[in-house]
């Protein structure tokens, strides 16, 4: 069985500050996720990465991806308030037709 | 932009009442899904479909039946609602195949309350 983890939780940052954010996962998989979610909100798409090593950005945030440890990291930098929100990574098992294993979400608070 | 439509939005309902939500993609996308959030918690899978009269159970067991006679609208059904349901449904969509990445886009939710 899948299991997707994420670390912190929960997290509340300064304005202008570095952080990042933890994804594990179990078992062997070809694409993993990150979606941005709003309170009361649906999912936003933030990035696809698709093979070891990938590297994206986007404004402040970067993901990255480590297949052999099976681990991907979210990067914050120089945090602003308007990147407050749950961030929720998710993997995909082989085969891609069976949808997504979420992990329990990161809930981002940037405080002036 | 995903062009992806959940109704209603908001459902608040008394116990044994029969329910569907709603959901239509007009982007073409064979495959669509069911997610089920409860508030602060993380998604689960109930149910997917691979595109027209393709109908699979998720990780997450539920009461909850689907059907997909149209490639854009894939519907969720709950014969007998109970306050044990309370909780959003998210539908989301994305392409069969492919060598790209299949980015499921998602719904705005229903949120659904049974009294």
């Known amino acids: 069985e899948l299991k997707v983890e994420q670390n912190p939780l929960f997290l509340s940052m300064q304005e202008g500050k570095n952080y990042t954010i933890y994804c594990n996962y179990s078992t062997t998989s070809d694409r993993l996720y990150w979606y941005r979610q709003d309170p009361g909100k649906s999912l936003e798409s933030l990035f696809v990465l698709l093979s070891n090593g990938a590297v994206k950005q986007e404004g402040r945030l970067m993901a990255s991806l480590d297949t052999k440890a099976r681990l991907s990291t979210l990067h914050i930098t120089a945090a602003v308030h308007d990147l407050s929100a749950t961030y929720f990574c998710?993997?995909?098992?082989?085969?891609?037709?069976?949808?997504?294993?979420f992990g329990k979400g990161t809930h981002l608070i940037i405080q002036p | 932009e995903a062009d992806i439509y959940q109704t209603p939005r908001y459902l608040v309902i008394g116990t044994g009442k029969k329910i569907t939500l709603e959901c239509s993609q007009t982007?073409?996308?064979?495959?669509m899904y069911w997610y089920q959030q409860d508030p602060g918690m993380e998604l689960h899978l109930i149910h997917y479909?691979?595109?027209?009269?393709?109908?699979e159970k998720g990780d997450l067991s539920s009461e909850s039946t689907v059907s997909r006679i149209r490639t854009e609208h894939f519907p969720l059904t709950l014969e007998s609602a109970r306050p044990s349901h309370t909780s959003q449904y998210l539908c989301?969509?994305?392409?069969?195949?492919?060598?790209?990445?299949?980015?499921?886009?998602f719904g705005p939710g229903t949120r659904l309350t049974v009294l």
């Open positions: 998710a993997v995909e098992s082989g085969g891609g037709a069976d949808g997504l294993t």
């Open positions: 982007m073409g996308h064979d495959k």
């Open positions: 989301a969509s994305s392409e069969l195949g492919g060598m790209g990445a299949d980015t499921q886009y």
């Open positions: 479909s691979y595109g027209v009269n393709s109908t």
